[in-house]
């Protein structure tokens, strides 16, 4: 009987440190838990100022079958004047290993607030975009993408 | 020396507001590969972009790694009077690549 007890909790040992493995290796890498949350990207970008939603219109195809180049366009309601204009733009991500995507600088000079690119995307998830007006007040804009082929995941052979 | 293109009007008015385009060849590469080897790809992006018209510079850009191969950036300026647009874009290594197109202003 004794024998028997001690066998069967030899074998639950072994499969609760199995399991344990598992979440072990279902942890995801250092390099992912280092990343800023969305949240915290736009917080870094407008100093914890508050962002309010509109004026910014976020143009991005729902679908896309190429995560390699995702064609964004970004469009500020601004009449560009030296007394009212757009200052920044700036685009965030929330799944790529880095947040930031990139950050454009714009003034009156630029004559629209309006600006097109071409970035990557890892995997499906929602993109945001934050723009600065001379005033000092932010804008922002998200939208949510699905991607079918990944980027910066492919290995080179 | 890395292969450069960018569109500009050839003509405009005083005050009109003209669309430009500008894309550079390079791999952008993010740092994030592994190669045939099995080791990561070191990160070569280009870290920024500005385009300088009359004596100012009127558009800039920042860019990280999520920005695609060969980035392209589409943007806007007034045109003020005739000459050179000049645009320059800047890697990790702080190489620096320019390109610059003429404009007659009316």
Redesign the interface.
Known sequence: MNVRETGLIGRRGLILAGGAGLLVLALPPARALARPSLQEAVNGFTGGKPVETGKVKLDVPPLVENG???GVTVAVESPMTAGDHVRRIALF?EK???A????????P????G????????ATSQTLIAVAELSDGSYWSSSANVIVTLAA?????? | MSRTLVSVPKTAKVGEVIDIRAMIAHPMETGYRMGPNGQAIPRKIIRHFACEYDGEEVFSAEFHPAVSANPFVAFSTVATKSGALTFRWTDDDGKVETASAEIAVS
């Open positions: 390699n180049a995702v991500n790529n290993p880095q930031d995507v990139a950050v454009f600088t714009l003034g000079r630029t004559g629209r309006r600006l097109s690119t071409r970035i990557r995307l910066c995941i492919e290995d080179l052979s």
